[in-house]
Nanobody, 123 residues
Framework: QTQLVESGGGSVQAGGSLRLSCVAS????????MAWFRQAPGKEREFVASISWNSDSTYYADSVKGRFTIFRDNAKKMVDLQMDSLEPDDTGTYYC????????????????WGQGTQVTVSA
């Protein structure tokens, strides 16, 4: 059974940085696009960033463009999300996902999900 495990969440003040990591197992990782989504309390899960299987293409939500960077290491089966200049609106649970195409932005288009890691940004 495919497993995605996120880590790196925490609490930070506005303007700070966090780096999230996601490690995959039982997945042919190098052939899958990967993505990060987030969900704030009372809101729908929303797309944050995605990356193609070979890192040639990356996509970002407008709200994080220029502040977040997604990158992957196929040898380690890992995809990271570097988050800089964090804002209170970035608060939420962040999920790693696989099984969609790198340009897909709807959560329903992605198949595999991790359990999530909490990010809290205070003003």
């Amino acid at each position: 059974q495919t497993q995605l495990v996120e880590s790196g969440g925490g609490s930070v003040q506005a303007g700070g940085s966090l780096r999230l990591s996601c490690v995959a197992s039982r997945l042919d990782f190098a052939t899958f696009a990967m993505a990060w989504f987030r969900q704030a309390p009372g809101k729908e899960r929303e797309f944050v960033a995605s990356i193609s299987w070979n890192s040639d293409s990356t996509y970002y939500a407008d709200s994080v463009k220029g502040r977040f960077t997604i990158f992957r290491d196929n040898a380690k089966k890992m995809v990271d999300l570097q988050m800089d200049s964090l804002e209170p609106d970035d608060t939420g649970t962040y999920y790693c996902s696989a099984g969609g195409a790198s340009w897909h932005r709807a959560a329903a288009e992605w198949t595999y999900w991790g359990q999530g890691t909490q990010v809290t940004v205070s003003a």
